[in-house]
């Protein structure tokens, strides 16, 4: 079935500062120019027509089909991706900008409908490839150059084989996945719907999120126990969308043989299991050095006995408080992708000027940030919360960062353009790590150099510890969902025992913590998509550090990697640099610096 993605970053959502009046706002007009244009009813009318007539001239006759054939095959599912993933991407954005709103799910849920019922007769399509003989396809790629560049797609169907139904079967899932995609809907409905009321102040799960960075502990606090409140309130809710999202995930992954619940993921990342266990067992060893090492120093930062939750993301005594506006945020992010290279720059520069990213915090939008990459006849689409923290100038730069990949995977065109999300991180996380070094470069004074230096480690255990403990964590439920119903006490348990192993002994944790994993949006809409965010992290790290030690000739092999998309393997994207990451050892690099940065500040005690 053809899915709507909307890749959510786990940050620490953010609202309702003032004085950044005119952020940007998207201009959806490149997709459809309104829910009824005449553009988007002939489109839903093509693809019905079209999806009707690919089964009639195709399905059962892919055994016996020639090299001409099968790619003229290829381009039409390709272009049928294309206008169905047009049509997605315009309800599904104009849903995010206003979650609340009952028109705007209705038509993402119709059109999402629509598109499922016009795509089952495609199903056929992946379940006729299976079945061709290797020694056959082979034979048809040597045949037609053309057809062979989509070779990457063929083999990442082809790696589903072991796990394939029959094809009533599929097309019976393909038409199930609309339930599936209700509760995900609800999940999203009900933490935009949130009230909570902090100091008698109405805000909604942003504004709270965003007090937990706030200066003054006594704020903290008090927002941490409103989000504890709430979340213990709908906390059934929660665990019920939790419970049959596992179930179903647990069923459907019986049926196919599935050795494991992480193991579709790894398939749809085209991702080795060893290679992540050897990335979630580095970064678990590295805990002691990592985080349980700097939340010790900002423990004594603070001047307290021992840290709670509400003091992880708190600001140091010494950190400047002021706001970053949008101006200067742009001058920030541009002058850092320009000083690396100006065609970066020059890609970026439109997101700003013509209605590509939607910057505000408004009621009922969705919170976080992401980076859609809508079709590749288009462009993407960023989506931020944006109040003027410095670490909102970084969640800019890493959502840009998604954009630039995106624009420049285009040339892929729609089946090869779309990057596994082990490597949907590097751009992202390398944009962030461009910008930080910029903004170190010119801090002014040790203690400016300490806060950044602080800002960026906090940044890095968000996007490797504690992503790995969320991956963790979902590994534990379901593996305990496959053995009943979990109460929201179950989840909990599980919950705190890997935060308590990774955040370490500085912290306590108050009552109502255990049930903080409701929120996070990636576990209903994405599971185990968390561990991406640690491996993008560690890649990026060695990339930085071969640019450092080599940089003659480095920015034309990174372009070259942004524009594969997804038509290479890790492994051959990544041997132009010296790294492979199905090495235990390239882990460690990456772990290394993170660490190097905890020396410096360590050494700025003494």
């Known amino acids: 079935m053809f899915r709507l993605s909307f890749p959510v970053r786990d940050a620490n959502a953010v609202s309702g500062a003032d004085g950044l009046e005119g952020l940007p706002e998207w201009d959806l007009s490149d997709l459809y120019t309104a829910d009824d244009a005449p553009e988007l009813t002939r489109d839903l009318a093509w693809l019905e027509g079209e999806c009707a007539s690919f089964a009639a001239d195709y399905e059962g006759k892919l055994a016996d089909i020639d090299a001409a054939g099968l790619l003229a095959c290829v381009l039409r599912n390709e272009k049928i991706n294309g206008v169905a993933g047009r049509i997605m991407s315009y309800a599904g954005l104009r849903y995010y900008q206003l979650t609340t709103d009952a028109e705007r799910a209705k038509f993402l849920s119709d059109a999402q409908e629509k598109i499922t019922n016009y795509t089952t007769p495609l199903v056929f399509f992946t379940l006729e490839i299976n079945r061709i003989e290797d020694a056959t396809l082979d034979a048809l790629f040597n045949a037609n150059a053309d057809l062979a560049r989509y070779k990457p797609v063929f083999e990442r169907i082809r790696a589903m084989k072991p796990y394939q139904l029959s094809d009533e079967l599929e097309k019976f899932l393909h038409d199930l996945g609309v339930v599936g995609d209700a509760w995900e809907r609800m999940f999203d409905e009900t933490i935009a719907g949130l009230e909570f009321e902090v100091d008698g102040e109405e805000l909604n799960i942003e504004g709270t999120l965003n007090l937990l960075t706030d200066p003054v502990r006594a704020n903290r606090e008090a927002a941490a126990r409103e989000l504890a409140r709430v979340f213990a309130a709908n906390v059934k809710t929660f665990a019920r969308v939790h419970n049959t999202q596992a179930k179903e995930k647990e069923i459907v992954d019986r049926w196919r043989g599935m050795p494991t619940a992480q193991t579709g993921r790894h398939l749809s990342n085209d991702v080795e299991p060893e290679v992540v266990e050897a990335l ?28 709670q939750m509400w003091d992880r993301n ?221 491996f993008g992290d560690g890649l990026v790290n060695a990339l930085y550090a071969v640019f450092e030690e080599t940089p003659e000739g480095f920015q034309d092999k990174y372009f070259d990697m942004l524009k594969a998309g997804g038509s290479k393997h890790h492994k051959e994207l990544l041997a132009p640099f010296g790294l492979d990451a199905s090495d235990p050892k390239f882990w460690d690099k990456g772990l290394s610096m993170i660490s190097g940065f905890i020396d410096e500040l360590e050494a700025m005690e003494e």
């Open 314 to 534: 708190a600001p140091l005594p010494m950190e400047d408080t002021r706001i970053v506006s949008w101006a200067d945020a742009t001058a920030t992010v541009m002058g850092a992708y320009g000083e690396f290279d100006p065609r970066m720059a020059e890609i970026a520069k439109p997101f700003f000027s013509d209605g590509w990213i939607d910057a505000g915090v408004k009621p009922g939008k969705a919170p976080g940030a992401f980076a859609h990459p809508t079709v590749t006849d288009v462009h993407p689409y960023v989506m931020l919360n944006y109040l003027g923290k410095p670490r909102d100038v970084m969640t800019l730069a890493h959502e840009l960062g998604h954009g630039v990949h995106q624009v420049l995977a285009a040339e892929q065109g729609e089946m090869l353009s779309s990057t596994p999300l082990t490597l949907a991180e590097t751009a992202s996380v390398f944009g962030e790590m461009l910008t930080f070094r910029k903004m170190l470069s010119e801090a002014e004074s040790v203690d400016e150099r300490r806060v950044m230096l602080a800002g960026k480690v906090e940044d890095m255990i968000n996007t490797v510890v504690r992503q790995i403990a969320f991956y963790d964590f979902e590994c534990k439920l379901h593996a305990a969902r496959r053995e009943g119903e979990l109460t929201p006490e179950d989840i909990g348990a599980l919950w705190m025992s890997v935060q308590a192993e990774s955040l370490g002994p500085a912290f306590e944790y108050m009552d109502g913590y255990e049930n903080f994993w409701s929120y996070i949006p990636h576990f209903v809409h994405s599971p185990f998509y968390v561990y991406a965010y640690a």
């Open 280 to 307: 979630r067992d580095a970064v678990v060893a590295a805990y002691p050095k990592l985080s349980h090492r700097y939340y010790e120093l900002k423990r004594k930062w603070l001047g307290l006995d021992v840290m």
